[in-house]
């Protein structure tokens, strides 16, 4: 690593124009926007993108899954390190979720244009195909497919909840490249995002220093007792599949609670059947959702989950069927990235704290292949994936700063 | 009440034969049957019955509920012995759910014109409108109106699941009758109905002595907290209206475990919003129904539940607001009249067992105006409300036996 202490300034205005212009493709009425991956919209902001890299001079590339990236030439060929994100959205999205992490990137390349700075090593910015996954799944898609982690033959072939096939849409909207995946793998790579949680803003911090992604587990469980009249069956005859339900939701807390932070368990979904008000519920169907960032922690409450419901079960005379829904072990960034964004915040003055991301992030598919680091900036009310999103101007700000302060040493800017 | 110590016989095959023969009106394929009320199903039924009711040489009449009684004269006019039930069903209902209690009392009427038996009193024989409530609510639509505890308009002008009013549906299938309601008081009212639970059959009973029926609470409970990322936000700052849910359900079940037989209580919906793997819940809505034999008890099962609402509320950082669904008070039959049921059973060797109803039934509309009781037969498992209710033919034979034996000294047999 260098040891340039080069110190260049972010345009906080440029910034936030950019992410007023992106904001305003695929805009909804009363805020927010709705760019779904592969959309008529998505075009638009791709086309949008791609005009303001070619503005800044990047070379622009698009990858078999319809990744794009620009590219700031560095004195010598090789690993860029690379600044992403994604610009498509939820339906009803907010202006910064995805958009920050690539529209900062632009602007930090825009201000080593600025300074004049040639750097050993080239900058890439990238903007990832389906992070959100919410027209096809999953989501985190193209820097999966570009990572190796997901298979491009089978993304291509997924269709979405619209009835569309993957590839017949990239191709559609222009954006089927033909560059391969697992092409490139960059130097490092850096990921600027809102936190989409409350945890900054409670804490009164201003940067979020990622120290990883949380492993998740998803798990269908489904009770089957027995229905029956809710007046004439006396208590002890019962094998009410509801109340196990609602025993387990109750035990899933009770395993958050116990393990402490950073487990969070949550049952976001509870179906009765038959659903009435006087019937003794057959069969119930319920998601618990967990996370943690051991993963030796993630199978411990696993398990203890798995035997939480068989004894609930059992008490209730009750069948039970656990399904595992989605599994992704827990993710780590590189140490010393990590040291680097917690330095490069604390020598701007912003106050930060350490803290795992509870979502998943383009930068976990990276994290196998090349030092990868995330920050975080506040998400106010901790809203995330609603049209009332909102990161205040000067904390976007401050994170495109210090992504800038992260990347600047780790380009080797030539005297 | 007469010293005549009379014997009549059931004819047992042509009870199972008049049940055979209602079950194929609204039949299904593979069993049950469907007569919603004042469909034309129902209608069919109806007419059927009316006719063996004329058969039988009775004197039918409709009241402008719709309610058909048919009367087999005493010796004196006046008030009449009544046994009465419904032949209305749910959409997937059984052969004997009200079917029994009518047509056991054209089997009674039939038993006494074949003994040549002449009665002081009349003899009626009732089937009310819609008791179910499947169509139009609330149940016990019938028998209220004729004994007054429901308004006659407003029970015209209640609307159905499928949009038809109730009046014009009466007028359509012929029967809005001209009798006004509280017309007729009967001497006395006598219902046989199969039990809808597995008290009996887990008892080894043939017989239930039903002393009256429980008291009916059903509360909305609706818990508001916020929506929030199920990974990025940590369990201490949460506001989960799902987890508050699912508190309660577990509390119902121990307000009754507590409190002991004969206190229920059900929580048969929960209802989570938005309801997905990944979202903490942000409102949940579920139904809790509590049920007791005595109105204190009940009651305090109540404050209980609204205690247990508040406090979790409190915990979990959400609203609550409950609002009362329906609310029966318990109804005590009539003592002399359960002892006569009593006795009767023994008298004909079979195992009987005293036991309140879990169930509302047309019987407890009568029980304020005149001595009232019931008679239960078990039913198979438990199941009601369900094409695979079912009830051995012996003890459906042996109910109207009982309730013929109870019946017969009512009406004063003249010598």
Known sequence: MSETVTRIEIDGAALLDRLRRLGEIGALEGGGVCRLALTDADKAGRDWLVGEMRALG?????????????????????PPVMLGSHIDSVATGGLYDGALGVLAGLEIAAALERAGLRTRWPLAVAA????????????MMGSGVHQGALSLDAMLSVVGVDGAVLGDELRRIGYAGDIPPRSLTPRAYLELH???????????????????????SWTEVIFEGQS????????????????????????ARAIADEAGPPQVATVGAIALSPGLVNVVAERATMTVDLRHTDDAALEAAEARLAEAAAVIAAAEGCRVKLRSLARFAPVAFDPALVDAVEAAARARGLFCRRMPSGAGHDAQMFAPNCPTAMVFVPSVGGLSHNVAEHTEPEDLIAGAQVALDVVLPLLEPLP
């Open 128 to 139: 990832f195909t389906n992070e959100e996954g919410a027209r096809f799944a999953p989501d």
């Open 194 to 216: 809102i936190e989409q949680g409350p945890v900054l803003e409670q804490a009164g911090a201003r940067i979020g220093v990622v120290t990883g992604v949380q492993g998740i």
């Open 58 to 78: 990047m070379a622009v590339s698009i990858d078999m899954i319809g990744n794009i990236w620009g590219v700031r030439a560095g004195a010598e060929e090789g």
């Open 228 to 251: 029956n009249h809710a007046g004439t069956t006396p208590i002890a005859l019962r094998r009410d599949a509801g109340l196990a339900a609602a025993r387990l939701a109750v035990e």
